[in-house]
């Protein structure tokens, strides 16, 4: 082990749904589960780090102290961080830099939201013309299944993917999702089942775009030093990534109109959604090639192979080859969603990058019944949301 | 009385039915171009400029790729029409600002009409209307494409 890593002592998750209260529970629910876990004291923690709540909890999009309040004040220092679908990561990286700064011994790492039903839409109200994330609903209509099927529609013409590869992952995603008892969706679902849903934004389906749902999770973080006392070989994270993209970012993201423009400086070598996991690599000392699961933002079924591509598991335009080939599928060299993925959860926004180390801990200590990934030493998180942000978590076991 | 044609957001494209251009910005130092429009700090990581003039972008690009709007868009979408159409959006590539550019594709053209790569022409259309003014906002089209269904 190197000094840069820091020990997971315990996980914990309130099941993703759609339950409609309010989003203290799930993260409350979440935090006692991680705490129990951990064999960790609600009072000796030190840093309550916690991902934004983004809309329909408490007003003030508030979360860390909230949370803290629920479990009952204790006086630990607390922040609070937002960074879109990255706020659980880097909530994470906050804890993770007290810890590694000897700041603290122990951190809580918690997030949990309350969503509305339907699309994801501007908070507030009132015209804002100079807020592309207003202005791109107001103009384009472009919500964000839009450019999901953007990136989906391009990977047909570009590399002859089909809609029914698309299909297929949800279909794989969706037999881990039923066995996990976290997961909102449980269904098992076919090819054809898949492809007689309601189109969204062509090429994708009602079942191929990720729903909105309500749910919690939560880390114990700890320096390696406090984990010795309580456990002889926790899991660990090696390495946490939240790297802004590089000018000229050339490919369109939510919430924009446009991309940057490449007329005057040269395209970075290494696009922003690579460079998510690179980073991670570097960090961490490893490769692609040492990942055995991983957790990836399945946004829609395409986009999870976007990210094969992205976190270096194949080159561009070969993912379809490793989904057809099952390397990707439970069973395989390199399963990718065995959780179930956003198919089966749905998107609690300041929950999910948690969320995605609570399953690669649970796979790492072997303890993902139903979906296990056999002998798994190493994992890899990576996710991507609005306004630039991303973020990958290297979990070693 | 005819409504007032007033365009959906102010600055971002000219009203010249016959030759409608987007309208960005380039910085005066280094003469990277934004759009929409950027009038404060060049995003360039190796400029300081805080000067910019404003620039019509191409009118024509390749399409880097498409979807649809096949569910009516939540609020503040507006829909022009009861009931609601699904429309096709396009992200095209300017060749010469190297720059992918959204926008709604011009009623009559669905995803099947489209293939990444093709050449896209901008077209003014209305966006939607209330009692004294039709909305208007820039749309891609197909090159060689009917004329839009939108109001002359």
């Known amino acids: 082990m190197t000094a840069r890593e820091v020990a ?23 935090a006692q589960a991680a705490l129990a876990d951990a064999g960790v004291a609600w009072k000796d923690v030190q840093f309550v780090a916690g991902g934004e709540t983004i809309r329909n909890g408490y007003p003030g999009y508030v979360a860390g102290a909230s949370i803290a309040q629920a479990l009952g004040w204790n006086g630990a220092q607390v922040t609070s961080s937002y960074g879109a679908c990255a706020s659980g990561s880097q909530a994470i990286a906050t804890a993770r830099a007290q810890i590694l700064a000897g700041i603290c011994d122990v951190a809580l790492v918690v997030g949990a939201d309350t969503t509305p039903k339907g699309f994801f839409a501007p908070a507030g109200s009132g015209d804002r013309t100079r807020d592309p994330d207003w202005l791109r609903f107001r103009l384009l209509g472009a919500t964000n299944p839009v450019y999901f099927g953007l990136y989906a529609r391009r990977r047909m013409d570009l590399y002859g993917d089909t809609e029914r590869d698309f299909a297929q992952v949800k279909v794989k995603n969706s037999r881990c999702g039923a066995a996990n008892p976290n997961a909102r969706y449980r269904q098992i679902y076919t090819v054809d089942e898949v492809l007689a849903s309601a189109m969204v934004s062509d090429p994708l389906r009602l079942l191929q775009i990720c729903a909105t749902s309500d749910g919690g999770a939560a ?23 939240t790297v802004t993209p590089r000018f000229p970012q050339t490919v369109i993201e939510m919430p924009n109109f446009a991309t940057d423009s490449a007329a005057t400086l040269p395209v970075p070598d290494v696009s922003f959604k690579d460079s998510i996991a690179k980073v991670a690599y570097e960090q961490a000392g490893l490769g692609p090639e040492d990942v055995n699961v991983a957790e990836v933002y399945d946004l829609s079924s395409a986009l999870e192979l976007d990210w ?25 060299k390199q399963p990718v969603n065995p959780s179930g993925g956003l198919g089966a959860f749905g998107e609690a926004i300041p929950a999910q990058a ?7 801990t649970w796979q790492l200590r072997g303890q993902a019944a139903g979906r296990q990934v056999e002998g798994a030493r190493v994992g890899v998180t990576a996710n991507q949301g609005l306004f630039g942000h991303g973020s990958a978590v290297v979990v070693k076991g | 009385m005819p409504k007032q044609r007033t365009p959906a957001v ?7 039915a016959a030759r409608p251009a987007l309208l960005g910005t380039r910085c005066t130092a ?30 024509r690009g ?12 939540p609020a503040p979408f507006v829909p022009p029409t009861e009931p609601y159409q699904p429309f096709a959006i396009a992200a095209v590539e300017l060749e010469r600002e190297r720059m992918v550019v959204l926008g709604q594709v011009v009623a009559g053209v669905g995803v099947d009409g489209l293939e990444v790569g093709m050449e896209m022409e901008l077209v003014l259309d209305t966006l939607n209307e209330d009692a004294e003014n039709e909305y208007i906002v820039y749309k891609w089209k197909p090159v060689g494409a009917a004329a839009s269904g939108g109001k002359s």
């Open chain 1, 8 to 30: 997971i002592l315990g996980v914990g998750m309130h099941p993703w749904g759609k339950w409609g209260r309010n989003f203290v529970e799930y993260g409350v629910a979440a």
């Open chain 1, 219 to 241: 880390l114990v973080l700890s320096s390696l030093a406090y984990a010795r006392k309580l456990t002889t070989k926790p899991v660990t994270i090696a390495a946490v990534s």
């Open chain 1, 308 to 332: 094969y591509e992205n976190i270096g598991l194949c080159k561009p335009g070969e993912a379809v080859k490793l989904l057809r080939d099952g390397v990707t599928s439970l069973g395989g």
């Open chain 1, 354 to 360: 948690i969320a995605q180390v609570c399953e690669l």
């Open chain 2, 10 to 16: 102010a600055g971002w494209f000219t009203l010249d």
């Open chain 2, 30 to 59: 280094c003469g990277t171009v934004f759009f929409p429009r950027e009038e404060t700090f060049c995003r360039s990581p190796l400029c300081q400029g805080t000067e910019f003039e404003e620039v019509e972008l191409s009118r």
């Open chain 2, 62 to 73: 390749r399409l880097w790729s498409y979807t649809s709007n096949s569910y009516q868009p």
